[in-house]
Antibody, heavy 120, light 106 residues
Framework: QITLKESGPTLVKPTQTLTLTCTFS??????????VGWIRQPPGKALEWLAL???????RYSPSLKSRLTITKDTSKNQVVLTMTNMDPVDTATYYC????????????WGQGNLVTVSS | DIQMTQSPSSLSASVGDRVTISCRAS??????LNWYQQKPGKAPKLLIY???SLQSGVPSRFTGSGSGTDFTLAISSLQPEDFATYYC?????????FGGGTKVEI
């Protein structure tokens, strides 16, 4: 079965760079159409899509955050990594990674989430 | 970006009630519309994709309808485990965007 799990820090300081890793199993990120995306959710607020990488290494970013985000994949390790630079307290959120089986993004499997707090 | 507006933002209902949640897109998304359910402290769960296709394992009391800019998620007979927050998400035009959520409460 498909599983995803986020890992990374729970606390970062303002201006620091956040690096999150999504480790998955049950599918290959070299299969046509498949993608892994990142979504975040500030406490008590709605979901916000951040970035996604497809099987062919095509990358998509949220326009409002594009300058701060980088998404990469390591197919051999079954991992997708998201980096976000210049962290601010407003970036405090639970960060999720999720699987989509098609280019028309539908997020059918999600990780458990990684709560990241930005504070000095 | 396409704006997704859900209504109502919250509703109160009882077990056995029929519940409908609306989602409106700021421009046409055809049928590239998904619905998710999220319970407190948990990741979202995909319920409906392509506006009306039921995700595997999701009970048939959940139905989705609509196309273009107006969509509806209906729960035919609300069960105790259905009390949660529901989100719509469009995948027609990048970037994919979510609605603000509808909280279904007792």
């Amino acid at each position: 079965q498909i599983t995803l799990k986020e890992s990374g820090p729970t606390l970062v300081k303002p201006t620091q760079t956040l690096t999150l890793t999504c480790t998955f199993s049950g599918f290959s990120l070299s299969t046509s159409g498949v993608g892994v995306g990142w979504i975040r959710q500030p406490p008590g607020k709605a979901l916000e899509w951040l970035a996604l990488i497809y099987w062919d290494a095509d990358k998509r970013y949220s326009p409002s955050l594009k300058s701060r985000l980088t998404i990469t994949k390591d197919t051999s390790k079954n991992q997708v990594v998201l980096t976000m630079t210049n962290m601010d307290p407003v970036d405090t959120a639970t960060y999720y990674c999720a699987h989509t089986p098609s280019i028309a993004i539908r997020l059918d499997y999600w990780g458990q989430g990684n709560l990241v707090t930005v504070s000095s | 970006d396409i704006q997704m507006t859900q209504s109502p933002s919250s509703l109160s209902a009882s077990v056995g009630d029929r519940v409908t949640i609306s989602c409106r897109a700021s421009q046409s998304v055809s049928t590239y519309l998904n619905w998710y359910q999220q319970k407190p402290g948990k990741a979202p769960k995909l319920l409906i994709y392509g506006a009306s296709s039921l995700q595997s394992g999701v009970p048939s009391r959940f139905t989705g309808s609509g196309s273009g800019t107006d969509f509806t998620l209906a729960i035919s007979s609300l069960q105790p485990e259905d009390f949660a927050t529901y989100y719509c998400q469009q995948s027609s035009i990048p970037p994919p965007t979510f609605g603000g959520g509808t909280k279904v409460e007792i």
